[in-house]
Structure formats: structure tokens, C-alpha cells
């Protein structure tokens, strides 16, 4: 197969956990005979910075012209300032929006190797599997806006439309899982959530094998941290949805675990859902996993169901053998963010040898022997 994927690293840890991800796919291309073309292109702050705006009119050319977008991540502690009219998140909403990338899905998956590294309780998240469906493209953060240094408004506003078309995709996940899906909302204050609630109701009588239930966000906040479990496909408008995906995190052990795919009509994009980190950039201990495994939800997208699988493969592989980065790792010490990519992309082309020379992962040649 042939795709030409267009890259954009953004800012931060960014470009640091896209290299891997690329890494890891022209190891899949070799292996299995594929053509795939990469493209860079700048985003966020760092565009900023070149032109001036968060998303500069070649981004959003290379973009288009692409079969998926794979992002990194943006933000910068300069532009935390409210009064700050261009913003590096702008970048991301406008890429959501310009392509119509209406539908996000974040995995949710307890590691068995990871399940001490969360702060909450074995017994509570063992065997936790889920798929959050978020709207992604209306809602509070594109509605209108208002803002003075007496008053401020922010407009929640959704149509028939965009929620139609994100819970058929979301009942047909859930039909291929455990045939139950819960829809997260707030339907007692608030008016957008009260058509939420209606629309769903609607749609899921075309879809009699799907359980459907209807609980309110704080229940669901609650819930989630308490038996995580009792999820399986969850779907929920933009805000709640970024709220209880990062609140999910808790669970896995790091948000650095965490990857998603941005669907729309004609045009994907996969990143993982962590934001920049600053902090960390340049500093080799950003864990390039939900950027890699992002990589995997892209290599599914297409039908490479095969590839994908072995990507994932990988991603165990190195949590079983503690090659990861800080944010898990506690039995080695010097496991960067590039070896964590080059131990996944060996497995790539080694997947059937099973002892790791630890001494060449020490001195950054990460081989299975």
C-alpha cells in the first residue's frame, strides 16, 4: 500500500515522540512491502514563531493533500497568557475544524505489566478496556466568545447533525465489543445535553444489540476512578469527553499510554493525547508509546490490521521488559525516549526473538538477541 502521511511534530516533547512513530512505521513499510511518504510541516508555537499563526495556509495545504495527518503535540508557557489573542492551541482547533475531524476515539487499556504503575488500586482497574467516542468538532470550544475584564460567555452549541453522525460510528464500535454503550451527559441543566440525550434515544433503536445508558457527567467522573470496568464504549460531547480522557489516564499509569484517531468524512489524523510538556523537551525522558501506538490506530484506519498488531505487539513487549521512559520505568535508569522507538521498531523486524541484550540497550543500540 501506498500513503503519503503528513507530519506534524509541533512543540514540546512533540517532535521528539513523533520520530518514533515514524521510525516505527518505515519499519512496517520494510517489513511488509509498503510504500509510505513523509511529509513535515509546522504547527502550533513553532509556526507562530516562522509566520505568525498557529496554522499556516502551506500546513493546511500539505495536510489536505495527505491520506492521514500524524500529530504530535503543541503548546508553550508564553502563550499561557489570556489576554493572548494568537494561541498555539488554535492550531489544533483549526486543523479539527478546516478538515471536519468531527470524530475522536481514545483507547483506554489497562496494561497487566503497568497495572501497579496507577495510583489506584490493582483490583479496582484490572482488565479495563475502553473506547471513548468525543465529539470533537462543536461544542463549547467553537462557540461563540466572549471576553472583557468584567464579563466573559462561551456559547455550547450542537446540531441534529453532529450528533448523529458520531453515535452511529459509536453503536457500531460497541456492536463489535461487549454491545454496551454509555452516553455521558448533563442533560439536567443543560440544553445541549437534553438534544444529546434525544438524538442518541433515537438512534439506538436502530440498533436493538447495543445496551444504552444515559448518566451525567459528575456520576461518570466518579465512576470512571471507582470500577472503570463497567465501561465499554463511552460517548460524550467535546468538553466532557477531553476531561474524562485525561482523567482516564490515572488509570493506565500514564498519559504518555494514551493514543487517538480524529475521524472525518475525507481526512484522519492520529496523535497521542498528551499535551507538550515543555519542561521535558530535549530531555530524552518523554515516553513516545501513545505516539507509537497512534501509529498502530492509523495502520488500522487503512486495513492494516496485521501491521498494526505487530506494532502493538512491540508496545508489550517493551513494557514487559521495562524498556520505557521515567514516567514508568523504576528498574533502569537510562531508557530514553529513542530507545524506547528503536526497541519497538527492532521487535518490528525481529518479532521472534525473546531475550534482549540489555548491554546494547545500555549503550543505545537497543537489540533483540
Not at 483507547?107 to 475502553?130: F, H, M
Not at 507538550?276 to 501513545?290: F, L, S, V
Request: proline letters at 4%.
Amino acid at each position: 500500500m501506498k500513503l503519503n502521511i503528513a507530519v506534524l511534530p509541533g512543540d514540546g516533547i512533540g517532535p521528539e515522540v513523533t520520530a518514533q512513530a515514524v521510525k516505527v512505521l518505515k519499519a512496517i513499510a520494510m517489513e511488509f512491502n509498503h510504500v509510505f511518504t513523509f511529509k513535515t510541516a509546522i504547527v502550533g508555537a513553532s509556526a507562530i514563531e516562522k509566520t505568525g499563526v498557529p496554522l499556516p495556509e502551506e500546513t493546511i495545504s500539505t495536510c489536505d493533500k495527505a491520506d492521514a495527518i500524524l500529530f504530535g503535540a503543541i503548546g508553550n508557557p508564553k502563550y499561557d497568557d489570556p489576554s493572548v489573542d494568537v494561541r498555539p492551541e488554535q492550531g489544533l482547533l483549526g486543523l479539527r475544524k478546516t478538515f471536519d475531524l468531527h470524530t475522536n476515539i481514545r483507547p483506554v487499556i489497562a496494561y497487566e505489566d503497568l497495572l501497579n504503575k496507577s495510583s489506584l488500586k490493582v483490583k479496582q482497574i484490572k482488565g479495563t478496556n475502553i473506547l471513548i467516542y468525543r465529539e470533537l468538532t462543536s461544542g463549547i470550544y467553537f462557540g461563540d466568545k466572549h471576553y472583557s475584564d468584567t464579563e466573559a460567555s462561551d456559547v455550547c452549541k450542537y446540531t441534529r447533525k453532529e450528533i448523529e453522525r458520531i453515535a452511529h460510528q459509536a453503536f457500531k464500535a460497541a456492536q463489535g465489543r461487549k454491545k454496551k454503550l454509555t452516553l455521558v451527559d448533563k442533560a439536567n441543566v443543560l440544553a445541549s445535553s437534553r438534544l444529546w440525550r434525544k438524538v442518541v434515544k433515537e438512534i439506538a433503536t436502530e440498533y436493538p444489540d447495543v445496551t444504552l445508558e444515559c448518566r451525567y457527567i459528575d456520576n461518570v467522573a466518579m465512576a470512571l476512578i471507582i470500577n472503570p470496568r463497567q465501561f465499554d464504549v463511552i460517548l460524550t460531547e467535546n468538553m466532557f469527553g477531553d476531561i474524562l480522557s485525561e482523567e482516564a489516564s490515572v488509570i493506565v499509569g500514564s498519559i504518555g499510554l494514551l493514543a487517538s484517531a480524529s475521524i472525518g468524512d475525507n481526512h484522519v489524523m492520529f496523535e497521542p493525547i498528551h499535551g507538550a510538556y515543555t519542561k521535558a523537551t530535549n530531555k530524552g525522558i518523554a515516553n513516545p508509546i501513545a505516539s507509537i501506538l497512534s501509529a498502530a490506530m492509523l495502520l488500522d484506519h487503512f486495513g492494516l490490521y496485521d501491521e498494526a498488531s505487530l506494532v502493538r505487539e512491540g508496545v508489550d513487549k517493551a513494557l514487559k521488559l521495562h524498556i520505557t521512559t521515567p514516567d514508568l520505568n523504576t528498574k533502569y535508569d537510562n531508557i530514553s525516549t529513542t530507545k524506547v522507538g528503536d526497541f519497538i521498531e527492532d521487535f518490528i523486524h525481529n518479532p521472534d526473538e525473546t531475550n534482549l541484550n540489555f548491554t546494547n540497550i545500555h549503550l543505545g543500540q537497543s537489540t533483540i538477541i
